[in-house]
């Protein structure tokens, strides 16, 4: 199994930015479609962006457009979320996902999970 291990996570003020990191271990990334989560408390968890296998295609939710940036680095295996403007609203548990399938935005469809990384934007 794949391992997943999010950082970067932090306290900030709204408007500013944190680069959120998802590093593989245990085996390479390059085999999984890549996936963001975020879970405020006592709110479902929601999908925030996708990428594919080698970065080709990306996709995000209406939240993140626009803001936020998904991206890897295959040789070093880590997956990234770049978040610019960050709002109050964005304040959750961030986590990454894996699949080796093509899944883009619900929870069900990944299997490998990070423990996930707190983001907290103060107003």
């Known amino acids: 199994q794949v391992q997943l291990v999010e950082s970067g996570g932090g306290l900030v003020q709204a408007g500013g930015s944190l680069r959120l990191s998802c590093a593989a271990s245990?085996?390479?990334?390059?085999?999984?479609?890549m996936g963001w989560f975020r879970q405020a408390p006592g709110k479902e968890r929601e999908w925030v962006a996708s990428?594919?296998?080698?970065?080709?295609?990306?996709y995000y939710a209406d939240s993140a457009k626009g803001r936020f940036t998904i991206s890897r680095d295959n040789a070093k295996n880590t997956a990234y979320l770049q978040m610019n403007s960050l709002k109050p609203e964005d304040t959750a548990v961030y986590y990454c996902?894996?699949?080796?399938?093509?899944?883009?935005?619900?929870?069900?469809?990944?299997?490998?999970w990070g423990q996930g990384t707190q983001v907290t934007v103060s107003s």
């Open positions: 996902a894996a699949s080796p399938t093509m899944v883009i935005s619900t929870t069900r469809g990944y299997n490998h």
């Open positions: 245990r085996r390479a990334l390059s085999p999984y479609f």
């Open positions: 990428i594919s296998w080698s970065g080709g295609n990306t």
